[in-house]
């Protein structure tokens, strides 16, 4: 299994709507998990993190399953400027390293009006 | 607050030429990262740097240097331009240990020809 994996997708998605996309990782010792966005041409920024079970920050939800390595990022009434590239990122280590971050490829989001 | 900010924005270089991409961070920030983003891809991690005077590889090294003379700067250097090295390239950095959330620099295109 490759380290970060997601759907590339695009997701096309209408405005209002829920979404939600999975990302898999194989690193079990992982004890973090981030979702970025980054929006075309731009740097990526931190849109939540997932420390334990999931999170939540309004209109977004974040869930953690150990068991089967995945997290998922959940959108509810999705607007226009939802569409970006969501990065799935886990750390490469157990905890208290310095290494740099394990990117997903992304997933793309496209609401349409 | 700027941040992470990063020099210059748009390079085209000619194969075998060489450059340095400068980045620097105003927020006291011990860790320092560079990666590379390919169109399509995540981000890879090339150097990166737990405080002056020390850095070490990531994952894809091979025709970059680093170097880490102050907290705030942290350069990356092209010594002979290849046109496998045309990416996006952004600086990354955290406070340090038990604080992961990266902040990143706004990015640099890379263009070898």
């Known amino acids: 299994r490759k380290e970060v994996e997601q759907d590339p997708g695009p997701f096309n998605v209408p405005e209002g709507a829920t979404v939600a996309f999975n990302c898999t990782y194989s690193?079990?010792?992982?004890?973090?998990f981030f979702w970025y966005r980054q929006d075309c041409r731009k740097e990526p920024k931190l849109l939540m993190s997932?420390?334990?079970s999931g999170n939540e920050d309004g209109r977004f939800t974040a869930q953690l399953n150990r068991a089967s390595q995945y997290i998922s990022l959940l959108i509810r009434d999705s607007k226009l400027s939802d569409s970006a590239t969501y990065l799935c990122?886990?750390?490469?280590?157990?905890?208290?390293?310095?290494?740099?971050?394990?990117f997903g490829k992304g997933t793309h989001l496209i609401i349409q009006p | 607050n700027a941040g992470v900010t990063q020099t210059p924005k748009f390079r085209i270089l000619k194969i075998g030429q060489s450059m340095t991409l400068q980045c620097t961070q105003d927020?006291?920030?011990?860790?320092m990262y560079w990666y590379r983003q390919d169109p399509g891809m995540g981000l890879k991690l090339i150097y990166y740097?737990?405080?002056?005077?020390?850095?070490d590889k990531g994952e894809v090294p091979n025709g970059y240097n680093v170097s880490r003379s102050t907290t705030e700067d942290f350069p990356l250097r092209l010594e002979l331009a290849a046109p496998s090295q045309t990416s996006v390239y952004f600086c990354?950095?955290?406070?340090?240990?038990?604080?992961?959330?990266?902040?990143f620099g706004p990015g640099t295109r890379l263009l070898v020809l």
């Open positions: 990354a950095s955290r406070p340090g240990l038990g604080q992961e959330t990266q902040y």
């Open positions: 690193n079990s010792a992982s004890q973090s």
């Open positions: 997932v420390y334990s």
């Open positions: 990122v886990v750390p490469p280590y157990s905890g208290g390293g310095a290494d740099g971050l394990t």
């Open positions: 927020m006291n920030h011990n860790y």
């Open positions: 740097s737990v405080g002056a005077g020390i850095t």
